[in-house]
């Protein structure tokens, strides 16, 4: 098998693209073991589409499926143009979550348009902190502070509780900093698009930014840029390209 390792925010993803459709959790379980195998937060694995530039399942590091993930679809639509599987650089591709609109621009820098945003549940307090539960493609729990108050203790709960991922966020000079918790790798990742575009939401909603467009910084501090256009979310970062590998299944 011929696999590529990619990197969106240092989220970083295995993919590969196949006319063949069935599950692959197992696998996913098998080489994204960063210990035993090639390593990473999920996998992507990508199908020709007649309606769309292409569709694909996506597989945390667990093999549990997932609906979306912002930094894995800027991931797979440069796979997507730089193999030629697409010739658009305005990438239009199938998730669980519906369509997902991404664009390639200069520097391999990608954009994406989340589905939708939905509150699952208003605010509410627990564990000391104050949380809202969002859905951008994958539910988030949010919660703001005035610091970085991240804790592993209290994100297996709620992540257990709520069968979210949980971000702790703060602002400082109308960017924010974020931590994130993810289900599926089960510990924290250096990065969630999802949970940027959450976090964005949830921050502007009550009126914490002066602005349409700021800078989130997660743990890897590769900056992304996330703004809010006719009610739209949006989010653009750099995409690497790490590895492609000849990989032997077991």
């Known amino acids: 098998m011929f696999i ?8 970083d993803f295995l993919i590969f693209h196949t006319f063949i459709k069935q599950d692959y959790s197992k696998l996913a379980k098998e080489i994204c073991h960063r210990n035993n195998s090639l390593g990473a937060d999920g996998l992507i694995v990508i199908y020709p589409h007649s309606d769309f530039d292409f569709e694909w399942d996506f597989y945390n590091s667990d093999g549990s499926i997932a609906d979306m993930c912002g930094n894995a679809s ?21 998730s669980k979550a519906g369509e997902i609109k991404c664009e390639i621009k200069e520097d391999n820098q990608v954009s994406v348009q989340f589905p939708y945003v939905k509150i699952i549940k208003e605010e509410f307090q627990e564990l000391s ?6 859905d951008t493609g994958v539910p988030h729990l949010i919660t ?33 900093y974020i931590r994130t918790f993810e289900r599926g790798v089960e510990n924290e990742t250096l990065a969630c698009g999802t949970g ?54 077991s």
């Open 4 to 11: 590529s390792k990619y990197s969106g925010s240092g989220n």
């Open 74 to 94: 800027r991931c797979a639509s440069l796979y997507a143009y730089t193999n030629k599987l697409t010739l658009n650089k305005k990438i239009s591709f199938l």
């Open 129 to 134: 902190f104050t949380w809202k539960l969002i």
């Open 144 to 176: 703001i502070n005035n610091e970085d108050r991240f804790s592993i203790e209290v994100s297996k709960k709620m992540r257990e509780k709520y069968n979210a991922n949980v971000n702790f966020i703060y602002l400082e000079n109308n960017n924010i």
């Open 196 to 249: 940027m575009a959450s976090s964005f939401y949830y921050a502007k909603e009550k009126n914490l930014l002066n602005t349409n467009k700021i800078t989130i910084y997660p743990k890897s501090k590769e900056l992304i840029t996330v703004w809010e256009e006719n009610t739209n979310i949006f989010f653009q970062g750099k995409v690497k390209n790490i590895f492609s590998y000849n990989y032997l299944l």
